[in-house]
């Protein structure tokens, strides 16, 4: 039988990352530090999925990946309002997670609308 554990939360408030792609301050972001998905015993941890869902607006999210030597894969990711959760599977090895809001232009300010994340793991 397959087991599934999950950890939740919200992402802050404030934009991460400019529209151009500059930093604006780390304070609005967050990082998870996460079991490796798919290492070793694969009947404790699994494979691993992120997962973002928002509400009132329509949020683009910068989401970077850890393996324990370098960031191997940062992008923006956007979560529709109307849209189910946008979920992915974490590839082999992702030690950490960096996630914060990107502003989509120069004139958004929807830097508040409720996004939140789930962590699961599936094995």
């Known amino acids: 039988m397959a087991q599934s554990q999950f950890q939740t939360g919200e992402i802050p408030h404030g934009f991460l990352i400019n529209e151009a792609g500059g930093l604006i301050h780390y304070k609005y972001g967050i990082v998870l530090a996460i079991p490796q998905p798919n290492q070793g015993n694969n009947a404790v941890w699994g494979d691993g ?7 009132w607006a329509d949020v683009r999210l910068r989401v970077a990946l850890h393996n324990g030597t370098t960031w191997t ?30 502003k989509k232009s ?3 300010v ?11 793991y599936v094995s």
């Not at 999925?49 to 509400?55: A, C, E, I, K, T």
């Not at 956007?78 to 809001?101: F, H, M, W, Y």
């Not at 929807?110 to 699961?120: F, K, N």
């Open 49 to 55: 999925y992120l997962s973002f869902g928002s509400d």
């Open 73 to 102: 894969v940062v992008k923006n990711w956007d979560i529709n309002a109307a849209a189910g959760r946008l979920a992915e599977k974490l590839p082999a090895g992702t030690q950490k997670v960096s996630i914060g809001r990107v």
């Open 106 to 108: 120069a004139t958004d």
């Open 110 to 120: 929807v830097d508040d609308a409720p996004v939140s994340w789930l962590l699961e």
